[in-house]
C-alpha cells in the first residue's frame, strides 16, 4: 500500500466517522449511535 494512499485513509476514514458519529448521534441517540459506530468500524476493517 503506498504510504500517500495510507496517509489519506488515516485522515478521512476519522473524518468520516465523525460526520457519520455526529448524524447518528442525532437520529438516534447517544448509545444507539456508538453501537452503530462500532459496527461500521468492525464492518470497514474487515473489508481491508
Known amino acids: 500500500m503506498p504510504a500517500l494512499a495510507f496517509i489519506q485513509l488515516l485522515i478521512s476514514v476519522p473524518l468520516m466517522q465523525g ?7 442525532k437520529r438516534y441517540g447517544f448509545i444507539r449511535a456508538i453501537a452503530l459506530e462500532i459496527k461500521l468500524l468492525l464492518v470497514w476493517l474487515l473489508e481491508l
Open 19 to 25: 460526520i457519520c458519529c455526529i448524524i447518528l448521534l
